[in-house]
């Protein structure tokens, strides 16, 4: 199993940048998918961002692709979502992600079965 930890989320003017950390404990061997997803108030949650270890690609929602950027650090262990031109809409929860499961899209939300804690991003216009 794979515990999940994020930091960096706070509160930034429209067109500011965030970056997010997601640090795992624990198992490593076996995971297949790593990701961000958010949820806003009243809204389901999306993945935005995702990383196929495997082939080691990535995957950006249209909505947020050219503004942030998934990226890894394996000898620390940390998962980075850098967040740049922050819209209002961006305001959400921000959660990390992993699965082990094998069935290879790491864009499907219910693909993932382990969730961090969230942290929380909003955005002023």
């Known amino acids: 199993q794979v515990q999940l930890v994020e930091s960096g989320g706070g509160s930034v003017q429209a067109g500011g940048s965030l970056s997010l950390s997601c640090i795992a404990y624990g198992v490593f061997d076996g995971i297949t998918c790593v990701g961000w997803a958010r949820q806003a108030p009243g809204k389901e949650r999306e993945v935005v961002a995702s990383?196929?270890?495997?082939?080691?690609?990535?995957y950006h929602a249209d909505s947020v692709k050219g503004r942030f950027i998934i990226s890894r650090d394996d000898a620390k262990n940390t998962l980075y979502l850098r967040m740049n031109s922050l819209k209002p809409e961006d305001t959400a929860m921000y959660y990390c992600?992993?699965?082990?499961?094998?069935?290879?899209?790491?864009?499907?939300?219910?693909?993932?079965?382990?969730w961090g804690q969230g942290t929380q991003v909003t955005v002023s216009s």
């Open positions: 990383i196929y270890l495997g082939a080691g690609t990535s």
């Open positions: 992600a992993a699965t082990y499961r094998l069935l290879g899209d790491c864009t499907r939300l219910d693909n993932y079965n382990y």
